[in-house]
C-alpha cells in the first residue's frame, strides 16, 4: 500500500457519473464517456479505490462494464484496446488491512476480477477500509497495425476491380503485396499507391 501511495495519482473521479447515496442497489449507473487523450503517447495505470470508514456500513461495489477505446480519425468505428474481458491484466489488488496489519488478512474483500469488477466492503465495518485494483500500463492512443485484406487467394482470378470505403478525407498510403510461391522457391512484389480523398 505504501508504494501505491507514494506513486503519482491524478484523481479524475470527477470526469464520470457515479451512483450516490440512496440509489437501489443493484442499479446500473452509466459513467459516460471519458477523455483521456492528454495521455496519449504515455503508457499510465488505471485505478478504482474504494474507500469507507470504521463504523460505517460498508456496501459492496461493481462495476459491471469497463471500455477502453481509442478513436482513429481514419476509421469509421473507434478501436477497442480492452473490455470487460481484459479486467484480468489488472495487475494488483490489495487493500489496507493486508498492508499495514491493522486487521486480519481478508482477501475476500479484495477486488474480484471476472467479467465484472467487484468489491465487497466489510460488513461489520470494524475497520478503516480502502482497497485498490489497478491496471497494468496502457497508452490511451494504442493502436494495433492493420491488417491485410486478401484480394485473391492462390487459385482465385484477379478482380476486375476492388472496393475500399475511406469514411474521412485526407492523404493515405495503399500498400499491394503481390506473392507467388512455387516449388522453385517465392517471389514477392510490393507497391504503394498514394491516395489523396476530398469532401464533394
Request: with cysteine; charged share 20%.
Amino acid at each position: 500500500m505504501e508504494g501505491i501511495k507514494r506513486a503519482t495519482w491524478l484523481d479524475i473521479s470527477e470526469k464520470a457519473k457515479w451512483p450516490v447515496e440512496g440509489t437501489k442497489k443493484g442499479t446500473n449507473i452509466n459513467s459516460g464517456a471519458i477523455d483521456l487523450s492528454e495521455w496519449n503517447g504515455q503508457d499510465i495505470h488505471l485505478a478504482f479505490r474504494y474507500t469507507a470508514k470504521k463504523g460505517q456500513k460498508q456496501e459492496g461495489y461493481t462495476i459491471s462494464s469497463f471500455n477502453l477505446k481509442n478513436t482513429v480519425e481514419t476509421d469509421a468505428l473507434p478501436y477497442t484496446i480492452w473490455t470487460n474481458a481484459s479486467f484480468a491484466k489488472c495487475g494488483t489488488t490489495t487493500n489496507k488491512l493486508q498492508e499495514d496489519g491493522t486487521g486480519a488478512i481478508f482477501p475476500a474483500y479484495q477486488w474480484t476480477l471476472g467479467t465484472s469488477l467487484t468489491c465487497a466492503g466489510m460488513p461489520d465495518g470494524k475497520e478503516d477500509f480502502e482497497s485498490w485494483v489497478i491496471t497494468s500500463p496502457v497508452d490511451p492512443s494504442q493502436v494495433i497495425p492493420d491488417y491485410g485484406t486478401l484480394i485473391k487467394s492462390y487459385s482465385e482470378v484477379v478482380p476486375k476491380f476492388y472496393d475500399y470505403t475511406y469514411y474521412k478525407p485526407g492523404k493515405f498510403t495503399v500498400t499491394v503485396v503481390s506473392r507467388n510461391t512455387t516449388a522453385f522457391g517465392t517471389e514477392e512484389s510490393v507497391q504503394n499507391i498514394e491516395l489523396e480523398i476530398v469532401e464533394k
